[in-house]
Nanobody
Framework: QVQVAESGGGMVQSGNSLRLSCAAS????????MAWYRQFPGKMRDFLAV???????NYAPSAKGRFTVTRDNATNLGFLELNSAKPEDTAVYYC?????????WGQGTQVTVSS
């Protein structure tokens, strides 16, 4: 069974940084890309960033400047760093993993930014 698990969420003070991690397990083949989304209460999930195995990166316009997506190919871990956090960044953050044989969502991790 494929599992995608985000970690690193929690409460952070406004202006500080936070790094989220994404770990996938139980998949067949290779991970092709890891993407990050966030969801505000009552809203659809919004795309933030994606990084491929080849290192290609794409950010949503709203994520450019304060978000950094990286990946460790040796461990197949993905990371999303949020800098200069703002209260409006409070949301559930999701990792979306694309593999050779399917695409999978994590359960999400809550990030709360206090003012």
């Amino acid at each position: 069974q494929v599992q995608v698990a985000e970690s690193g969420g929690g409460m952070v003070q406004s202006g500080n940084s936070l790094r989220l991690s994404c770990a996938a397990s139980g998949y067949r083949g290779n991970i092709l890309a890891m993407a990050w989304y966030r969801q505000f209460p009552g809203k659809m999930r919004d795309f933030l960033a994606v990084i491929t195995t080849d290192g290609l990166i794409n950010y949503a316009p709203s994520a450019k400047g304060r978000f950094t997506v990286t990946r460790d190919n040796a461990t197949n871990l993905g990371f999303l760093e949020l800098n200069s956090a703002k209260p409006e960044d409070t949301a559930v953050y999701y990792c979306y993993t694309r593999t050779d044989f399917g695409n999978y969502w994590g359960q999400g991790t809550q990030v709360t930014v206090s003012s």
